[in-house]
C-alpha cells in the first residue's frame, strides 16, 4: 500500500470549499492511500505573538505551536464526512480498513515516535509543520509527500531556495533529500489549472507499508 501524506497549509483554513478543494486531491491519488497533516495558520500565529510579547523561547513556543495544529484537525474532522482523527500506524490503519480518511494529530504523533534513523525535530521556529509533515513522512515511513499550498510552485526552484524565498520552513531543506518523493499543489487554483507539481522525486523507496497497513 502507498501512503501520500498530504500536508494541508494552514493560510488554506479560511477557503470556504476547503473539503471540496482537498477532495479534488484526494479523488487525484489513484491508487495512495492519504494521511493527512493540519498547518498551524492563523492559531500558530498567535503563539508567534505570545512569543514576542511574554519571550516564550523556542522550545515552549515550538510545542505550544504543534498544540496550537489540533485546532485545524479537528476543524478538518468536523469539516470531512469521512475523516477521522488518529495518533499512531495502528490507529490509521483502523480508520482505512474502514474506507474513511485518517487525519493526524501531528502532537500526539510526534510526542510517541522515537527513530533510529533520524533525529528528532528542533525545538524553533525554524521548524514549523513542513518540516513536520516532512519528519512524519519519514517516520512512517510514507511513499511521498503533498504540500498544499496557497500559491504555485515556482518552477526549477530547489528547496533551499524554496526556503531562502519564504515558500516552506528553514529546517525543510535538512530533510528533504531524504523524502521519497515531494510534491506542491496551489490549492486556491481554479480547477482547469489543477495540478500537483513535482519538486522531488528521490530515490528508490520501499515503504515497509507496502503490504497493507494491518
Known amino acids: 500500500m502507498c501512503v501520500s501524506v498530504i500536508k494541508v497549509g494552514g493560510s488554506l483554513f479560511d477557503l470556504p ?3 471540496t478543494r482537498l477532495q479534488r486531491v484526494l ?3 489513484e491508487n495512495a492511500t492519504p494521511l493527512i497533516v493540519c498547518g498551524g495558520g492563523t492559531a500558530a500565529d498567535l503563539v508567534r ?3 514576542r510579547r511574554h519571550h516564550l523561547g523556542e522550545s515552549k513556543s515550538h510545542w505550544l505551536a504543534i498544540q496550537a495544529m489540533m485546532l485545524n484537525e479537528r ?3 468536523a469539516l470531512l464526512p469521512d475523516a477521522s482523527l488518529v495518533s499512531s500506524p495502528s490507529a490509521a490503519a483502523q480508520v482505512w480498513n474502514a474506507g474513511r480518511t485518517p487525519v ?4 500526539e504523533y510526534l510526542t510517541q515516535t522515537s527513530s533510529s534513523d533520524f533525529a528528532t525535530l528542533p525545538e524553533s521556529w525554524d521548524v514549523t509543520s513542513d518540516s513536520i509533515a516532512a519528519w512524519i513522512t ?3 515511513p510514507a511513499d511521498e509527500l503533498i504540500l498544499l499550498k496557497s500559491v504555485e510552485f515556482p518552477s526549477g526552484q530547489s528547496v533551499c ?3 531562502e524565498n519564504g515558500f516552506v520552513d528553514a529546517y525543510l531543506p535538512q530533510l528533504a533529500n531524504s523524502l521519497p518523493q515531494l510534491r506542491w499543489c496551489n490549492l486556491r487554483a481554479d480547477e482547469e489549472l489543477f495540478q500537483l507539481e513535482t519538486v522531488i522525486s528521490g530515490k528508490n523507496f520501499q515503504s515497509r507499508n507496502a503490504t497493507g497497513p494491518a
Open 49 to 51: 505573538d505570545w512569543d
Open 161 to 163: 531556495e524554496l526556503t
Open 104 to 107: 493526524l494529530c501531528a502532537y
Open 138 to 140: 519519514l517516520t512512517w
Open 75 to 77: 476543524l478538518l474532522c
Open 17 to 19: 470549499d476547503l473539503c
Open 27 to 29: 479523488d487525484h491519488l
